[in-house]
């Protein structure tokens, strides 16, 4: 696991069981993360998780996505575009369709496909399963 794909933030409640945990945007807090262009984090966004490890108000913790997580992720935003993009040019070009007609098909579905990513994201961000660590720094 790479250590530049985490978040920092600090737990700001804990009550019932669960935690929410403050994590604010750029600076070390992201620690270059590789999905930064695409993760929507701005300003500081909260994270409503279950409280594992005992944690309490004010401890320093570590995010990190499981790897279940991130393969979820290179799929949605790698496999299945490809995948969409070879789909569409193959239909293109056995529907007899001319290369500029081609291309822009297959421009429009990944527009389209990612339009949807971004109406659906939220969905999708409540999957993400995250580890945390305390950090003693």
Same mark, same amino acid.
């Given at each position: 696991m790479n250590e530049s794909d985490c978040h920092r933030g600090i737990v700001e409640r804990v009550a019932d069981g669960e935690m929410t945990v403050a994590v604010g945007n750029g600076?070390?807090?992201?620690d270059g993360c590789s999905l930064g262009r695409?993760?929507?984090?701005?300003?500081?966004?909260?994270?409503?998780?279950?409280n594992e490890g005992g944690f309490k108000a004010g401890d320093r913790v570590r995010l990190t996505p499981s790897?279940?997580?991130?393969?979820v992720a290179a799929l949605l935003l790698g496999g299945i575009p490809v995948l969409l993009l070879v789909a569409t040019a193959a239909g293109a070009s056995l529907a007899g369709l001319d290369e500029d007609l081609m291309a822009l098909a297959c421009v429009a579905t990944g527009g389209f496909y990612f339009v +949807? +990513?971004? +109406?659906?994201g939220r969905r999708a961000d409540r999957s993400v399963r995250w580890r945390v660590e305390k950090i003693c720094d």
């Open positions: 600076g070390d807090s992201c695409v993760c929507g984090l701005s300003g500081v966004t909260r994270f409503s998780l279950k790897e279940g997580s991130r393969y +949807l +990513l971004r +109406l659906l």
